[in-house]
């Protein structure tokens, strides 16, 4: 398996609060992604990462921030949680290079009261 | 990208070959045909992908019609574990890494 770990694995939170996820990964890849998981929404792209402080949005990124100082750390920050983004949320890293397989992390369960 | 569709279920007798069909009819001719597959709780997990040619690696073979509008992940010989949703994705190979997930197929394997 990819070596990717997601800290925590688990939050409760209050509303207005700021949570950071971390993902960290020690594959060296330069890809780096945040997606959340919602039922009846599969997967959604939040932002992703091309290189160390290179970073760009996805689909659902309002409300989020992300940063990557070094390759193999890629933090999500929800600056003031809401309860709409109570999720499941997953990290996923990928190699640059035609074959473009994301490997995943186990994802960090976030529920914001 | 183009869009895929999927069942929203199948099942499979376990030691049986699960066939999952996929249609993606506007798919383009640099597009590649990707399976995933995620197991309750846990991060999607990538199976197989293939642009043109069939695939077979040790977890699946994929099967893509002529036209390529359409193709089958094959799992020859379910086991309980494969019980997941998995996910038929067709996008381009190249350029920003971007993976649309739909709400793909649940496959029950049953004793």
């Keep these: 398996d990819a070596g990717i770990t997601q800290s925590p694995r688990h939050k409760v939170t209050e509303t207005g609060t700021p949570v950071t996820l971390r993902c960290h990964q020690t594959e060296n890849h330069r890809y780096m992604y945040w997606y959340r998981q919602d039922p009846g929404h599969g997967l959604r792209l939040i932002h992703y990462s091309y290189g160390v402080k290179d970073t760009d949005k996805g689909e659902v990124s309002d409300g989020y921030s992300v940063s990557r100082s070094k390759t193999e750390d890629f933090l999500l920050t929800l600056e003031s949680a809401t309860s709409s983004q109570t999720s499941v949320y997953f990290c996923a890293i990928s190699e640059s290079g035609p074959l473009n397989e994301q490997f995943f992390g186990p994802g960090t369960r976030l529920t914001v009261l | ?111």
């Design chain 2, 1 to 111: 990208d183009a869009k895929t569709t999927q069942p929203t279920s199948m099942d499979c007798a376990e030691g049986r070959a699960a066939n999952l069909p996929c249609n993606h009819s506007t798919i383009s001719g640099n597009e590649y045909v990707y399976w995933y597959r995620q197991i309750h709780s846990q991060g999607p997990q990538y199976i197989i992908h293939g642009l043109k040619n069939n695939e077979t690696n040790e977890m699946a073979s994929l099967i893509i019609t002529e036209d390529r509008k359409s193709s089958t992940l094959i799992l020859p010989h379910a086991t309980l574990r494969d019980t997941a949703v998995y996910y038929c994705i067709v996008r381009v190979a190249e350029g920003f890494q971007k993976l649309v997930f739909g709400t793909g197929t649940r496959l029950l394997v049953s004793p």
